[in-house]
């Protein structure tokens, strides 16, 4: 092996300032990517900090890639080009449909403008890279504190009640429900020989998921009735 060959071989490399072009365009979409997974990381979201931040490298060394090995100018946006379906196909994973509820839409969206935020910063577009993880992070931010403010916002939130019986619960559960004509998911019950424990979940909006807490503690039929905490549905 001649390291001298190599040596100089790299130093070439580095002397034609494309490597640091480079590093530095991915080293930029790496970090506007971990920013907006971070986002994704604090609300525990399927696709997080790391998710993100591969697709947005991803994304910006494919970019340089098609650029730096394509033989022809043509060439140069076949390679990208296939970013896009690549993305499609990830996104379509993270999108679940569970008993009428659609969840993962958000993410899936995210992920594909994380993917163009790489793609950005591969081509050197840097303001416009830069631009986008502002507005990306001002949606998720701001309009997801507006929808939860005016009540616009679907919450999946499980409820725990106690009651005699499991058919007793259900019976005065669907009763408070049907006026708001809502139903029960993902029901789970329990006996601790005393009474019995019954899990379930409800959608609706925050000021919805309020005034049921409010009737289940109300009714004189139901034990205890807590709230277990809410999920955004995205």
């Known amino acids: 092996m001649n390291w001298r060959n190599i040596f100089e071989l790299l130093h070439g490399e580095m002397a034609s300032g494309f490597v640091t072009t480079s590093l530095a365009r991915l080293l930029l979409a790496a970090v506007l990517g971990g920013i907006i997974g971070l986002e994704r990381e604090l609300r525990h979201r399927p696709a997080g900090l790391r998710t993100n931040m591969f697709i947005c490298f991803g994304a910006a060394m494919f970019?340089?890639?098609?650029?730096g090995l394509a033989g022809v100018?043509?060439?140069?946006?076949?390679?990208?080009?296939?970013?896009?379906?690549?993305?499609?196909?990830?996104?379509?994973?993270?999108?679940?449909?569970?008993?009428?509820?659609?969840?993962?839409l958000t993410t899936a969206a995210t992920l594909f403008v994380v993917a163009s935020v790489g793609m950005a910063a591969g081509g050197g577009l840097y303001v416009t890279a830069a631009f986008a993880t502002g507005v990306v992070l001002l949606a998720l931010f701001a309009l997801g504190y507006a929808e939860r403010t005016f009540n616009v916002k679907t919450l999946l939130v499980c409820y725990e009640?106690?009651?005699?019986?499991?058919?007793?619960?259900?019976?005065?559960?669907?009763r408070i429900l049907e006026r708001q004509h809502r139903m029960m998911q993902n029901v789970l019950s329990g006996s601790t020989g005393?009474?019995?424990?019954?899990?379930?979940?409800?959608?609706?909006?925050?000021?919805?998921?309020?005034?049921?807490?409010?009737?289940?503690?109300?009714?004189?039929?139901?034990?205890?009735a807590t709230s277990l905490g809410p999920v955004e549905l995205e």
């Open 63 to 67: 970019t340089i890639l098609s650029t």
């Open 73 to 104: 100018p043509s060439d140069a946006a076949r390679i990208a080009a296939q970013i896009i379906p690549g993305i499609g196909f990830i996104g379509a994973g993270s999108i679940l449909h569970n008993r009428g509820l659609t969840t993962g």
């Open 194 to 224: 005393q009474h019995v424990r019954v899990q379930f979940d409800v959608s609706g909006c925050n000021r919805e998921q309020r005034r049921l807490l409010g009737e289940l503690k109300a009714s004189t039929v139901l034990g205890n």
């Open 161 to 174: 009640v106690t009651g005699a019986s499991v058919e007793q619960i259900s019976q005065e559960v669907n």
